[in-house]
């Protein structure tokens, strides 16, 4: 079901952004959709047969037709899903209602705990120090809240990155369903910038922009460190799950990291090869182990 399309935010690495106006559907009609269109599998018992998921973008793109939708969708007594974003989840009432309305799983973009990368990203929304009661309010309403994480932000750095199974075990042990690597998407304002600033990585082609293999010089961090530590939390998060499996080391192993083959699923053969020229002078020097490591990272998360 879709009820709306579109995000008023502006984050840098989305799609969305500059291209998709927000705007919703009558009530009226998702409702009706829902109630006499839909069909819902009978033959399957417990809470699954009267469930479905929201596909939208942002569900609660405005917080006002989303507390309406709520409302309309109570005496249907469905079980419900979706994806909104974190300003949301602040609004006590809001969250409540939409556990009274059957929301029962909301994810929500959370993208990193590091201050700086949120504001790299231009995702104000997200406020760091209301992590923890987000999403304790959202379990007291009877609604699981995942989210999502992000490496490679122009904000991160070695150590950030190392803490942050240390961030997560301070929210609860929460894990995040899912786990990527800031991907500079062709006309979003981080492509810009990447490509402006010449952080592309060479040989960069379109089906590296798969939000899991590294395509850009993150800012703070060699390519090979940006790698490594998506491939330590990729292995220490989440093991047993399958996202976390998909998104594990080897798509990214085509940039190469120490100890590790510079040969990728696809052969890493074109990148590969540039290396072993000394095609890319930063690798190579990594590699070299002559570059110092960044100065220690000192901001609070304030979690
Ligand atoms: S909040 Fe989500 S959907 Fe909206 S612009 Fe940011 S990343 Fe895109």
New binding site residues.
Partial sequence: MEASRG?P???NF?V??GHEQYRYRPIDHVIRDIRDRMVFNERIPGLTGDTFAFLD??LGGSPRYLRELCEALMPLKKIWGCAL?FNVLRDPELVRLMGLAGCRYVYT?LESLNPESISSMN?GQNKLSEVREVIQRAFASGIVLSFGLLVGADGDTNEYLERVPEYLHDLGDHCPTFLGIVCPYPETPFFAQVAAEGRLLPGVTSRDLDGYTLCHRPARLHPSEAIEHFQRLSRTIGRGSTTWRSCSSARSRRWGSRGTSSRGPRGGGRAASRRRRGGDASLTRRAGGARPRPAPYDSSIGL
């Fill in positions: 995000c935010f502006s984050c989305c969305l952004t973008n942002n974003t973009g995702k």
